[in-house]
């Protein structure tokens, strides 16, 4: 447990390093990292005393055992009870099996106690049950032929309300924008989706059937997904592209690449797309593992396409060629995008505009732009018009 909290300290601040520096907190970080590792060092100074403990009594039974053998078996040799020879095997019998074995379980038995410690967390983990599991009845979903519907979409985190009677109908091959201020339920909404959560209340169904009765690797082989946080693999490019079709070829990964404007970068690399990208892509910029992550779902090529912020760590230019290549991506797909940028999202078929987990309205830009919306606030705040 000790062990554990001095892991998790030191990861996280190895990994903060740069705020660590940056707001002089090497002092505060010290004091922190000496008082776990004082108490990781009682912890083991208790164990190293038990253990002490427990090898000297052993070896003090051990010894005292033997010698009252012995003892015993000068007193019955000296008045001819036994003989020398059986008094001989006796000990030999007692003394190298039964007591010694006695000796290495107590042995045994401190390990156990030191190893359960690490053991429960283990089995702590192990116990644990996923709260998505498929219906008994499910079904294979292999293609998508009409609508999404959101009917009456309830969720919360555990007690706190997230979304609150969603409803929204969403027909194939159309972009639907989402947007709202922070903490809205903008991701939450689009988590539903995919499975990586259940509604608390109501449904969403595709092509009239609940998701909740569709099979959760079928449901996701529908969908690729670019979130705001990158998320890199400590392995190559071709390894970190190829997550979105294991399958794909040399040159599918290439065009991928390039239509999400990153192959020209890593092909001048020394060793290409055989360039490792280092943990949490480490050795590139927002920007290029962004890109990487869009190339990943450009590659999967899934009828239905979440962006959650995708362009939001290009610089200017970048996100002009990347949107270009989103574009073509997002023909004849069900595409749900997630954009602080309202300008990225002028030309969605529709605007959700969400507040405090409810949809306030929705329409196309132009009609927003219109009437006194709750979008329009949001835009005249963002271009300051």
């Known amino acids: 447990m000790h062990l554990g ?16 520096k940056a707001f002089k907190m090497e002092d505060e970080e010290i004091v922190e990292f000496k008082a776990i ?22 070896e003090f039974i ?37 007591l010694t074995s006695i000796k290495r379980l107590a042995k045994s038995y401190g390990k156990l106690q030191e190893s359960l410690a690490g053991a429960s967390r283990v089995f702590e983990l192990i116990d644990q ?25 309830n969720f919360a985190y555990e007690t706190i309300p997230v979304l609150k009677d969603i409803n929204l109908t969403v027909q194939k091959g159309q972009i639907i924008a989402i947007v709202g201020e922070s903490g809205a339920g903008k ?41 705001q946080q990158t998320f890199l693999f400590n392995r190559s490019f071709k390894d970190n592209i190829l997550c979105g079709r294991r399958s794909a070829s ?7 690449a390039q239509a999400a404007n990153i192959h020209d970068f890593i092909i001048n690399l020394p060793k290409g797309y055989d360039t ?32 959650d912020e995708a362009t939001s760590s290009l610089d200017s230019e970048s996100e002009k060629l990347v949107q270009g290549a989103l574009d073509n991506l997002m023909k004849d797909k069900t595409t749900f995008v997630i954009a602080h940028r309202l300008s990225t999202i002028r030309h ?16 196309t830009h132009g009609e927003l732009i219109e009437i006194e919306s709750e979008y329009k606030k949001q835009y005249r705040i963002q271009f300051d018009t």
């Open 5 to 20: 909290e001095l892991t998790d300290a030191m990861r996280e601040m190895f990994s903060g390093i740069r705020t660590v």
């Open 37 to 58: 590792n004082s108490r990781l060092f009682k912890r083991v100074m208790q164990t190293v005393k038990a253990k002490a403990l427990n090898s000297s009594t052993t």
């Open 62 to 98: 051990y010894s005292m055992g033997l010698a009252a053998i012995i003892i015993i078996g000068g007193y019955v040799i000296s008045s001819k009870t036994i003989s020398p020879g059986s008094l001989g095997g006796f000990v030999t019998v007692t003394a190298f099996l039964i």
């Open 129 to 153: 049950h996923p709260t998505i599991i498929d219906s008994p009845d499910a079904i294979e979903l292999k293609k998508i032929e009409n609508e999404i519907v959101f009917n009456n979409v």
């Open 187 to 227: 991701s939450t909404l689009l988590d539903l989706v995919p499975r990586f959560y259940d509604p608390t209340k109501g449904s969403i169904k595709i092509d009239g059937i609940d998701i909740r009765l569709i099979k959760r690797d079928s449901l996701l082989d529908q969908i690729a997904i670019v979130c």
């Open 250 to 256: 040399t040159e599918e990964i290439e065009n991928a």
């Open 276 to 307: 490792i990208v280092g943990e949490q892509g480490v050795k590139l910029s927002g920007g290029q593992k962004q890109r990487v992550t869009i190339a990943r779902a450009i590659l999967k090529n899934a009828p239905i396409l979440i962006l």
């Open 348 to 363: 969605a078929d529709r605007i959700v505009v969400l507040k405090k987990g409810c949809i306030v309205e929705t329409g």
